[in-house]
């Protein structure tokens, strides 16, 4: 919500679900200071597209609690190659009938701190050598203490012009199925 020049927040303390009712566009969102919500927290896009970044410069939504994220669109609209999509800080998965689409940018950026992003759905990029999934760090790991990703069975991860997945951190990286598309499918620098 937000009133006059002032956001507002909602309280989702202890809620097992949020589901979107429209479109919403414009804006950045963010899970990341919300206490108490409930275990195997759902949000449902409702069939709906959450999309940001046409004037912004951050990611369309930054995940820091668990949860699983289902049912409709994540978009990045912005021409800015350095953000995309969704920005993963905790434990995330990605429903089957999710599809994050990162634009010029990437689809999901990790960084889970030890935690682990599943893919059931579908995260793409259209970027000219971006990446559908992405992190951060170096060769011997990063400032980050550790990202898993985990790609099951029916996921898909596209990146026509550039990288399925880019993993420079710390953590593993488990293929059970699904398609990775791109220049490279998989490029491992870190991890497992």
């Not at 939504?61 to 609209?77: A, H």
């Not at 995260?123 to 790609?151: L, R």
Request: net charge negative; charged share 15%; glycine share 18%.
């Amino acid at each position: 919500k937000k009133t006059g020049s002032q956001p507002t927040q909602t309280v989702l303390a202890g809620a097992k679900k949020l589901t979107l009712l429209k479109d919403l566009s414009g804006f950045a969102y963010s899970f990341t200071s919300v206490d108490g919500l409930a275990e195997n927290f759902v949000f449902d896009l409702g069939g709906h597209t959450l999309s940001g970044g046409n004037n912004a410069h951050t990611q369309v939504l930054t995940v820091g609690v668990p949860m699983t994220i289902q049912n409709g669109t994540i978009e990045y609209t912005s021409n800015n190659t350095k953000y995309g999509a969704v920005q993963t800080l905790a434990d995330v998965t990605f429903g089957s009938d999710l599809v994050v689409r990162g634009g010029k940018g990437y689809g999901v950026w990790t960084e889970g701190y030890g935690r682990t992003l599943t893919v059931n759905g579908t995260v793409q990029t259209e970027g000219e050598g971006g990446c559908a999934i992405t992190g951060n760090g170096a060769s011997v790991g990063g400032n980050v203490a550790e990202c898993n990703i985990v790609v099951n069975d029916g996921a898909k991860i596209e990146a026509p012009n550039g990288i399925g997945i880019y993993h420079p951190q710390r953590g593993t990286v488990t293929v059970k199925g699904g398609e990775i598309t791109g220049s490279t499918g998989v490029q491992l620098c870190a991890g497992e």
